[in-house]
């Protein structure tokens, strides 16, 4: 965040306490998907920050430390890939003690598909190329996983390897796998991962848009069939990616939708209906 404001000396700051105060030598169980793309993507990001004079915050005395940390992540992420009998990383892990034999098999298909970005760039930077090898197999088995109709169901099973749940749509559970398959492609210049969007983004189109082209209805994987008319707040993301994908047209249908509901409630509920107009649900916060 300050990067983004430009303030050079937060910046700085903000490296020699992280160099200073984090390791990961912690018992703590932790998210495999959360822990990448917050912990391990803020160190590769910083990191790339603190080296590339190009980008304006290049600090002279660096050497390192923050790629030295996610490398040191990244290996503590390991034993959810290599205990589980399929491509698929569980859920969880125990930063310091590793994989619990009671760990739930159960995951979702944005928590093993959104792995990709940081997994390789952490390996094109440290020339450990483990972490992009093992990210990509879970892309390629996943995308195994479509089913006739091109669609990809919420969660499912480390063990078997098979869905548990056939909800489809942009929403929790499966937002984020379009926007690495996108992000992947843009990044290592893959055109595999750019043929798979298309083909997905194509699938989600004809089957689980509704009639006004501004939301993505979540519908079974497996039938297309209608499974419920609401949308939830994860999936206004969706919008910014279809500009990203060059859509402009459709992102605009879909970018006024959200704001029609943020407009009515000044926020976007965790889920509202589009049919019935029911109160929405807000996440409230937790007792004090």
């Avoid at 306490?17 to 998907?33: A, K, P």
């Avoid at 919420?154 to 398959?181: H, I, K, P, Q, T």
């Avoid at 039938?223 to 990616?241: C, E, H, R």
Wanted: proline share 4%; glycine share 8%.
């Amino acid at each position: 965040m300050l990067a983004v404001v430009g303030d050079v000396k937060g910046f700085e700051a903000a490296v020699k306490m992280v160099i200073r105060d984090v390791h990961f030598n912690l018992d703590s169980r932790i998210q495999v998907f959360e822990v990448t793309i917050r912990m391990m993507g803020g160190l590769l990001s910083a990191h790339l920050l603190a080296t590339d004079a190009k980008l304006g915050f290049a600090l002279p005395w660096y050497r390192g430390e923050l790629l030295a940390l996610a490398h040191d992540l990244g290996k503590r992420l390991l034993p959810a890939f290599s205990t589980s009998p399929t491509a698929f990383p569980f859920a969880r892990v125990n930063l310091k003690h590793g994989m619990d034999n009671t760990e739930t098999t159960e995951t979702c298909t944005a928590g093993v598909g959104t792995l990709i970005l940081e997994f390789s760039t952490l390996s094109r930077l440290t020339g450990d190329p483990q972490f992009e090898i093992l990210a990509q197999q879970t892309v390629d088995a996943l995308w195994e996983l479509k089913t006739d109709v091109g669609l990809f169901g919420n969660s499912l099973d480390v063990r078997s390897g098979s869905w548990r749940y056939m909800m489809s749509g942009v929403g929790a559970g499966v937002d984020s796998w379009f926007e690495y398959l996108l992000k992947s492609a843009i990044l290592l210049n893959d055109e595999t991962a750019l043929s798979r969007f298309e083909m997905a983004y194509s699938s989600l189109l004809r089957a689980t848009r509704d009639n006004s082209g501004a939301f993505f209805l979540n519908v079974n994987a497996q039938t297309s069939d209608l499974m419920n008319t609401w949308v939830d707040s994860l999936s206004a993301f969706f919008p910014g990616l279809q500009v990203l994908a060059g859509d402009v047209e459709n992102a605009i249908k879909s970018h006024l939708g959200f704001y029609h509901i943020w407009r009515k409630f000044q926020a976007l509920p965790e889920r509202f209906d589009l049919e019935s107009k029911a109160p929405p649900h807000f996440l409230l916060p937790p007792p004090s």
